[in-house]
């Protein structure tokens, strides 16, 4: 819950380096909380432990999510936004998280990847191709539990 300062409302500052241009933009770490808020410990210290719980709420459903039907990862990430309007390590989670997605994707749109993604992928509808062609000769369209002692 430290915000890098020892006096209350003001935030600590870290260069946001994304690699998207060559000017490292300064921007500010640490709550977000109306000035009010911030302004009385009490209070501030209450606003934390609220945004924490309904953050760990969003998390711990999209962590339920990830083996069931529904936007897992999505409702993870969104949890750790909330975490991160009130606390530093979370936002710096988040900057790391949105700098690999980034490079990710422009690795992803290379076109020696997009080549090799092309052929791995090819080799392996062949594969699955054969071994089904392979299945379907020796056992025909009868199902494995279905198939009698030979």
């Known amino acids: 819950m430290n915000t ?3 006096k209350p409302g003001e935030a600590a500052v870290a260069a946001d380096r994304t690699g998207t241009d060559e000017v490292t933009a300064e921007r500010a770490l640490g709550s977000r909380a109306p000035e009010f808020i911030r302004a009385r410990r009490a209070l501030h210290l209450s606003w934390q432990v609220g945004v924490f719980i309904v953050g760990l709420a969003v998390v711990v459903a999209g962590i339920i999510m990830l083996p069931l039907p529904g936007p897992g990862w999505v409702v993870i990430f969104g949890g750790m936004a909330i975490w991160a ?12 998280t949105k700098r690999k997605v980034t ?10 990847v997009r080549r090799r993604n092309i052929i791995l992928t090819s080799i392996g509808v062949v594969i699955i191709a054969v071994l089904a062609g392979i299945y379907l000769w020796k056992f025909g369209l009868e199902m494995p539990w279905k198939i009698k002692d030979q």
């Open 103 to 112: 490079e990710a994707a422009q690795r992803a749109l290379d076109p020696k």
């Open 85 to 96: 309007t009130e606390f530093v390590w979370a936002q710096l989670v988040l900057r790391w």
């Open 4 to 6: 890098g300062s020892n």
